[in-house]
């Protein structure tokens, strides 16, 4: 390719405003990864209220995450999905995440959605507002980060994935745990902000300021207004 189509190729790329530095990407080579915007952790009476938290503090991400999701889609991103649960014989939760909490609020104990962050069961599935489309990847994972113990990084390969769109819940567990993850192997990510969301809105605020720190250490960081901005813009 000459000069100059190389650079009229970077001058029509989208450019998303984040910080700490304007991003420009490929569409196609884009992935929204919406983390773990299940029953059990967003609605009342699932298994985060249990455990004392005010889950309207990741109810305001929904919205938002929803917002992006329908701009992902309309703009041709590859849309993958998380779920955080284990195999209902609990073959891949280790003994230290199995012991960890009160008897009866431990992974695979019986709770109001269900057993507790078991696949198949009510709680685990995804709010209704942020279902999965036919043809969309759905991530089944076993701990905090969308990489470990499953196929995410075959399916990003496979399709060329450069560039991670993240959004979900919680900031500073699975949403931080997944960022660090794909940065390691390569990743560029941007985090959207509004569209995250956690049960203490102090480690929200400081998960984000931690992967913009420092030039982008774990990567870039913007909301949902200029993030569908760049995925619509012409």
């Known amino acids: 390719m000459s000069a100059w189509?190389?650079?009229?190729?970077?001058?029509?790329?989208?450019?998303?405003?984040?910080?700490?530095?304007?991003?420009?990407?490929e569409i196609g080579a884009t992935a929204l990864v919406?983390?773990?915007?299940?029953?059990?952790?967003?609605?009342?009476?699932?298994?985060?209220?249990?455990?004392?938290?005010?889950v309207s503090l990741l109810a305001k991400a929904i919205r938002p995450a929803q917002d992006l999701?329908?701009?992902?889609?309309?703009?041709?991103?590859f849309v993958i999905h998380t779920r955080e649960g284990h195999k209902p014989d609990l073959s891949d939760a280790p003994p230290a995440k199995l012991e960890r909490g009160e008897p009866t609020a431990r992974i695979g104990a019986p709770g109001p959605m269900g057993r507790i962050l078991i696949r198949g069961e009510p709680g685990h599935d995804i709010i209704p507002r942020l279902?999965?489309?036919?043809?969309?990847?759905?991530?089944?994972?076993?701990g905090k980060g969308a990489?470990?113990?499953?196929?995410?990084?075959?399916?990003?390969?496979?399709?060329g994935i450069t560039t991670l769109f993240v959004c979900g819940v919680t900031t500073e567990v699975?949403?931080?745990?997944?960022?660090?993850?794909?940065?390691?192997?390569?990743?560029?990510?941007?985090?959207?902000?509004?569209?995250?969301?956690?049960?203490?809105?102090?480690?929200?605020?400081?998960?984000?300021?931690?992967?913009?720190?420092?030039?982008?250490?774990?990567?870039?960081?913007?909301?949902?207004?200029?993030?569908?901005?760049?995925?619509?813009?012409?």
């Not at 983390?35 to 005010?54: A, C, H, K, S, V």
């Not at 999701?69 to 991103?77: C, F, I, N, Q, V």
């Open 5 to 25: 189509k190389c650079s009229l190729a970077l001058i029509i790329m989208p450019i998303v405003d984040a910080e700490p530095s304007l991003l420009s990407f």
């Open 34 to 54: 919406i983390i773990d915007m299940q029953r059990d952790f967003l609605e009342p009476g699932g298994f985060g209220e249990t455990l004392g938290n005010d």
């Open 69 to 77: 999701l329908e701009a992902a889609r309309a703009s041709g991103l």
């Open 131 to 142: 279902q999965p489309r036919e043809g969309e990847l759905v991530i089944d994972k076993p």
């Open 147 to 159: 990489f470990y113990a499953t196929g995410l990084g075959d399916a990003l390969q496979a399709r």
């Open 174 to 234: 699975c949403v931080h745990t997944t960022v660090r993850e794909a940065n390691d192997r390569g990743y560029r990510c941007v985090v959207v902000s509004d569209a995250c969301g956690s049960y203490i809105p102090e480690f929200h605020d400081v998960g984000l300021a931690m992967i913009k720190a420092q030039g982008g250490i774990f990567g870039w960081v913007t909301d949902s207004g200029r993030a569908i901005a760049s995925m619509t813009t012409p």
